[in-house]
């Protein structure tokens, strides 16, 4: 069989291949060079960018937890200016999808990053993370509300011409009413899932183990919480691109994304584990197209069989 | 970059404390004094991330780790048999800076890691460094102190000792040692130990008026900049990642009150 052919279409861009290094884990992304070819990439997602830069949160940020790990980081950033001013202009010389997260907490921020972003060169689309707090709701999660994301969505899509991706928070009953109503507000996509929110105690000291107390869990602890999510909005509303996240470690875990309903993953806490971990999961993902008989990675995409 | 090494040696030298050779030709030949390597301590996802240790030594290809056994990670590590591969990148992060006069190293526990290496390099540039090293108790770790002492010897210098329980050198802290080496015209100081001790050291180099490296740990999940994790509180706002502007900084760079 000839070698599979891994490109695929999700939210207004088509991918060399489906694998994006994930918001947050990635950095700026040139952080990476000395360990892969980042132009042989799916794409890449930036560390989170708000209007001003952010120190983040006081140590501890970060605890190992069973098969995963805690982090408050406090989307600590550069901040837009510097952003487009130090690292983007290295980022437009790549060949792979740049994809910019946006970290607002207001809808006018949302709207004002987006303004500044439309039409830079090197920018391919903007992700959303909607998992911050929504200032004027009294800080709670503007992902958590339907009309919330619908109003970021839209006040984002007036600005730019760019492909807008949504980012999901897990922490809700059920992702499908968030991701409906970003999809109508305009969304070409829907990426899934962000962090679970969780905490360790050490128990001996009776203190939490992050200074922030809480934190979002991520890591293979939470991939069947992020492929059932995938599978949840992919089955409620199809013909709708999903990005599909959550403790992928191999081209097994890739795979079993799309065939939940993905069109494109992002690996995130595997990039910790293994600078090199987006290769080695797209070259996984070829071999297991290889060897389970499957020519375009795009075949998998949705192709869930009902239950033996 | 990135190396899958093979573990030559992983020898016990005291009750809780090893030293891991590594065959790793290309990280050996990068690395300086004060770096470190992210060591995956076994294959695959469990323990998940990495753990960032400090380069003992590099000679003739091979990486030297020095480690004491304090959780998980290091007790897996520390059944891994010769033979074994094992996962790692660097070396990172910045090292000591050499180009100092009268230098006088100042370890504590286990912060012994990085400071013999430091010792042979200042050597090889020509300089005369103090070396003061601190323990809790020596008892329990007589192939250690033998294995440092040698070590050391080679390279004509010369370790003062102090134990908290008096079982080797002077009974008391390694600062003691530092308050009266720098009266006697040690000038720059080179440090690795716990907070507390770092917090003493670099009280007494803002006494002194001596310039003072300390190297630090912090919890981190990458090693190379990206995760964030290894915040350290900066001098007036912000924070110093300890793997990129650390793991050895200027102590007058560190706001020791929020440490």
């Known amino acids: 069989m000839s070698a599979p052919s891994l490109e695929t279409k999700v939210g207004g861009l088509t991918l060399q291949n489906p694998v994006i290094a994930a918001s947050g884990t990635f950095g700026y992304g040139l952080e990476y060079r000395p360990y892969l070819d980042l132009n042989r990439l799916g794409g890449l997602v930036t560390k989170g960018i708000s209007l001003e830069p952010r120190q983040g949160n006081p140590p501890p940020r970060i605890w190992e937890t069973a098969s995963g790990m805690l982090n408050a980081i406090g989307l600590a950033n550069v901040g837009l200016e510097r952003f487009i001013a130090e690292k983007l202009p290295a980022l437009a010389e790549l060949d792979c999808a740049v994809i910019v997260n946006l970290y607002g907490e207001a809808v006018d921020e949302f709207a004002a990053l987006a303004r500044a972003l439309d039409g830079r060169r090197g920018v391919a689309a903007l992700e959303l993370n909607v998992s911050c707090p929504n200032v004027k709701s009294g800080g709670m999660a503007f992902g958590v509300d339907p009309q919330a994301v619908a109003a970021v969505t839209r006040a984002v899509k007036a600005e730019t011409g760019l492909p807008v991706w949504v980012k999901l928070t897990p922490n809700v009953t059920s992702p499908v009413a968030v991701a409906q109503a970003a999809v109508q507000a305009g969304a070409d996509a829907i990426s899934l899932i962000n962090t679970l929110l969780g905490m360790a105690i050490d128990a001996r000291g009776r203190r939490p183990r992050l200074a922030n107390v809480v934190g979002g869990l991520s890591g293979p602890a939470i991939k069947p919480v992020g492929l059932r999510m995938v599978w949840q909005v992919a089955q409620a509303l199809p013909g709708v691109p999903v990005v599909g996240m959550g403790g992928i470690a191999s081209g097994e875990d890739a795979a079993e994304y799309l065939i939940a309903g993905a069109s494109a993953v992002q690996v995130g806490t595997g990039n910790f584990q293994d600078p090199a971990s987006c290769r080695r999961i797209a070259e996984e993902l070829a071999q297991f197209c290889v060897e389970n008989q499957v020519a375009r990675v795009s075949d998998l995409i949705g192709s869930l069989r009902p239950p033996a | ?259």
């Open chain 2, 1 to 259: 970059m990135t190396a899958w090494a093979r573990i030559a040696e992983n020898l016990r030298l005291g009750q809780d404390v090893f030293r891991l050779r590594l065959e790793a030709p290309e990280i050996a030949a990068q690395a300086r004094p004060g770096q470190f390597v992210m060591l995956k301590v076994r294959h695959g996802g469990d323990p998940l991330l990495a753990r960032p240790f400090s380069i003992h030594g590099a000679e003739n290809g091979e990486l030297f780790i020095l480690y004491r056994v304090v959780g998980r990670g290091t007790k897996i590590l520390s059944m891994a048999r010769p033979g074994k591969n094992l996962a790692l990148w660097g070396p990172l992060g910045r090292g000591f800076d050499l180009g100092v006069a009268n230098p006088v190293l100042v370890a504590g526990g286990m912060g012994m890691a990085p400071l013999p290496f430091t010792a042979e390099e200042l050597v090889r540039e020509g300089k005369r460094p103090a070396f003061l090293l601190g323990m809790l108790t020596t008892g329990g770790y007589v192939a250690l102190v033998d294995a440092l002492d040698k070590r050391l010897k080679n390279v004509g210098v010369a370790i003062s000792w102090a134990s908290e329980d008096g079982g080797l050198g002077r009974k008391g802290l390694v600062t003691a040692l530092l308050a009266e080496a720098l009266q006697n015209g040690a000038a720059h100081i080179l440090a690795c130990g716990p907070l507390p001790m770092l917090k003493a050291v670099a009280a007494l180099a803002a006494e002194h008026g001596a310039p003072c490296q300390v190297s630090l740990e912090a919890p981190m999940a990458c090693g190379i900049g990206v995760c964030l994790g290894c915040a350290l509180p900066a001098a007036g706002e912000g924070y110093l990642r300890a793997c990129q502007e650390g793991p050895v900084l200027d102590s007058a760079r560190l706001d020791w009150a929020r440490l």
